[in-house]
């Protein structure tokens, strides 16, 4: 894969420091460091839209840096439509007999393609027993569909192209969906897998409100010590959850492994789509070299790594720099979130020439 460029964030004379794991704060860093933009963005959502594909690796942050961006401009203007989300959806309609009824009707005035209407539907129910994936005609069908639901709004697509063959629908889903005129973009991000490898092998989630944390990367305040196990564990901080023990999913500690055919395919999407003519395309990269950090990032802008300890019964959390080695085998270190989301605002901005 063709390394991206690292982006600059870090700006001269700017020198403020922010501690973005504090939501509050990571509001006033959006402003600090790309007030400019947002508000050029904020003026073209009065009037318009635009469609961003998102493309990255399987645990590259699409649906972290999404929200993100969300957040900044509100639900009303920006929709997430996710294809994982939208299939998963189908399963809970087909449950139900006059919902699976209205959008049997739905499909039979939308769907043109290879396949029978019942076989789609029993490819459908047949999902994920190892099965290949679902036609791209119907995908597009179920993608239209959400997209009249949710009214016109700037869409972040995640999961259209999933397959080399549907990189070229994308470059006309545009004019299917009724977005004639409207800009698109690709938005491809670039992470190294050692990093994807982490944020698995340590992460744990909330039994009852799914909220993930990572033991080394992203903790929450509140981390007790499991005497019998010798082990620290997260409790969900998360208001309105009660404080649950967050767990380990089965197969977490496995790392990228478990997923690394899916790693390939991913990385052959992401240098096809890099290569297209005449689309915009909006270049995120999470990893920076450490020899290139200095120059182009704040220190505040990078993740750190917690270290938990005990002293006297008591659990004391410090930091430390988190340096990982990147597809290349060069030091790195992994952007917070937010430095990414800069980089992804200030690259819209440009290639919306506003
Ligand atoms: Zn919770």
Request: with cysteine.
């Amino acid at each position: 894969m063709q390394n991206f460029p690292v982006f600059r964030t870090k700006i001269p004379g700017k020198d403020k420091v922010f501690d973005l794991s504090d939501p509050k704060q990571a509001e006033g860093y959006f402003q600090y460091k790309a007030g400019n933009e947002i508000a050029k963005l904020k003026k073209y959502f009065e009037e318009n839209t635009f469609i961003a594909y998102l493309m990255g690796k399987k645990n590259a942050g699409k649906g972290t840096y999404t929200k993100q961006f969300t957040s900044l401009f509100g639900t009303d203007k920006v929709a997430h439509i996710s294809v994982g989300d939208v299939v998963r959806g189908v399963d809970e309609e087909m449950a139900d007999p006059s919902k699976k009824e209205a959008l049997i009707d739905y499909l039979k005035k939308n769907y043109r393609g290879f396949f029978s209407l019942e076989e789609i539907i029993k490819s459908q129910e047949d999902r994920g027993t190892g099965k290949p994936l679902l036609p791209t005609e119907y995908i597009l069908a179920l993608l239209k569909r959400e997209i009249e639901k949710s009214g016109h709004k700037t869409l972040f697509i995640d999961g259209l192209p999933r397959t080399l063959d549907q990189v070229s629908y994308s470059l006309f889903f545009r004019e299917l969906i009724g977005y004639r005129d409207d800009p698109d973009m690709f938005v491809l991000i670039q992470i190294a897998e050692s990093i994807i490898d982490e944020r698995l092998k340590y992460r744990v989630v909330c039994p009852k409100c799914h909220t993930p944390r990572n033991y080394k990367l992203l903790v929450t305040s509140r981390i007790g010590y499991d005497k019998e196990q010798k082990k620290f564990y997260l409790k969900c901080d998360n208001p309105g959850c009660g404080g649950e023990r967050m767990v380990t999913k089965e197969g977490d500690e496995l790392g990228i492994e478990t997923i690394r055919d899916r790693l390939v395919s991913d990385g052959e999407l992401i240098d096809q789509a890099f290569s297209l003519y005449g689309v915009p395309k909006i270049l995120l990269r999470n990893d920076v070299p450490v020899a290139e950090a200095k120059e182009k990032v704040d220190g505040y802008e990078l993740t750190p790594e917690f270290v938990l300890s005990l002293e006297n019964e008591k659990v004391a959390v410090s930091t430390k720099s988190w340096i990982v080695k990147n597809d290349e085998g060069i030091d790195s270190y992994s952007l917070m979130p937010q430095a990414v989301v800069v980089s992804m605002i200030k690259q819209i901005v440009e290639a919306l020439e506003l």
